[in-house]
């Protein structure tokens, strides 16, 4: 991913709040000249080293071949997370300017382990359930007996973080008063995406050094 200096964003408090927050990513594969993406809902559990990322998907998905071959080889996967994204308008700017595009997305790179065999991968389901259903007001308690049988029509997946790669693309090329103007802008929207921009910017701006 290209990132020049001042959008790139280091903190893992920031990236993995990022993908707590996004949790439904992409998980990228080019095996033998083919690439494929799937989209998942992932589970990021930080440390030890990296940390690592939690999924599944149906074994009827026809990029888990090269998952299970890539696995076995030891090769890298990509995940990305796509945060809160909004178009800027130079006419916000005190300023001259050029449209463009606010963002945060990070990516994550690391090698992926199967999850088969039977009592892990009902744990793996479990723990991803209790991710996703935490915020829900009567959460799902969990697998039925009689639904067992369906856990051979998935594979789990733990990746092993090797790399994480930030870029949080929040106008910092701009002056201050310019970043605030944008704030202000997007703070008036009645997108959800473009109000996490301006969430976003606003916590940069207060953090950076006088």
Known sequence: MYIPEHFREDRPERLSSLIAAYPFGMLVTAEGGLPMVSHLPFLFEPGPGKGKLLCHLARANPQCPQLIEMAAQGKTVLAIFQGPHAYVSPSWYAGPGVPTWNYAVVHVYGRVRLIEAEAELKALLEKLTRAHEASIAR??????????????????????????????????????????RVISALQDSISPLEAGVATLMAANLANKPE
Request: overall charge negative; glycine content about 8%.
């Open 139 to 180: 959460p799902w308690t969990g697998m039925l007996p009689e639904q067992a049988p369906m856990l051979r029509m998935i594979l789990g997946l733990e990746i092993e973080v090797a790399e994480i790669q930030g870029k949080f693309k929040l106008s910092q090329n701009r002056s201050a008063e310019d970043q605030r």
